[in-house]
């Protein structure tokens, strides 16, 4: 059954120009693009400045995944914790998730904060930053 | 560029048995299984009951993406939309995002409630529910 493959294709790249990438979004200032394909610009149009975003993209850097990593030790952690408990760029599938705050949109660019992507990170997908109850474009009745 | 194939795998499935499926994890209830590869049953050592994850999987049932789809009417609102701002299952790599809470860790099954995917949907990864400075394994310095 998991041999099935599920294929997805870059909707667009980060483009940053920093020496050191954070290692997580919630520890960082760090400000860059998101450059999305032109073709999908118009599914762009109600990403507004101020907005959060969702961000999933993919660890493109990573190593392929062996089941000696299905435990890692976080750098910032002291304890040995099971991969689907922790943001390691290293998992079974190599996605990685971040949200964002967009400072400001220009076409089928978004200048963003909180990047903890390398530059060149391929873009899967975007989509609104919902918690239950806390936005206005809430799906909740 | 966008050419370029991203190939995910799925580490396991989703199992519930309910005739209509809420449109949205915010607004469900229903309790199903995450019934997850026993090769990746180590990497799930820390999810705990009370946990909310981050789930990411696969909209296996949407139709292929077409442009046409970059705007859309969510059934909910009374406005069309840029894909990137909303949840349909329609969108250029169909991948969905639902938080849910989980009930019960039994080995490689995760009891969950808030399922808002069809009984069979692929999981693609889980990650943990991080928002800055709510929890207490959160990454933030």
């Not at 400045?49 to 392929?64: T, Y």
Request: glycine fraction near 8%; charged fraction near 25%; aromatic fraction near 8%.
């Amino acid at each position: 059954m998991t041999d099935k493959e599920i294929i997805f294709r870059p909707i667009g790249y980060v483009h940053v120009d920093v020496e050191k990438v954070p290692r997580h979004w919630t520890l960082s200032d760090v400000v860059g693009e998101l450059i999305i394909e032109p073709k999908y610009q118009e599914g762009l149009k109600d990403i507004k400045e101020g907005d959060r975003i969702i961000v999933l993209f993919h660890f493109h850097k990573s190593p392929p995944f062996d089941l000696k990593y299905l435990k890692q030790k976080p750098s910032h952690l002291n304890r040995v914790m099971g991969v689907f408990s922790i943001c390691s760029p290293i998992r079974p599938n190599p996605i990685g998730l971040s949200v964002l705050e967009v400072l400001e949109v220009n076409g089928n660019k978004l200048k963003v904060r909180g990047i903890d992507m390398y530059n060149g990170t391929p873009i899967i997908d975007i989509k609104p930053f919902v918690v239950p109850g806390a936005s206005e474009n809430s799906p909740r009745k």
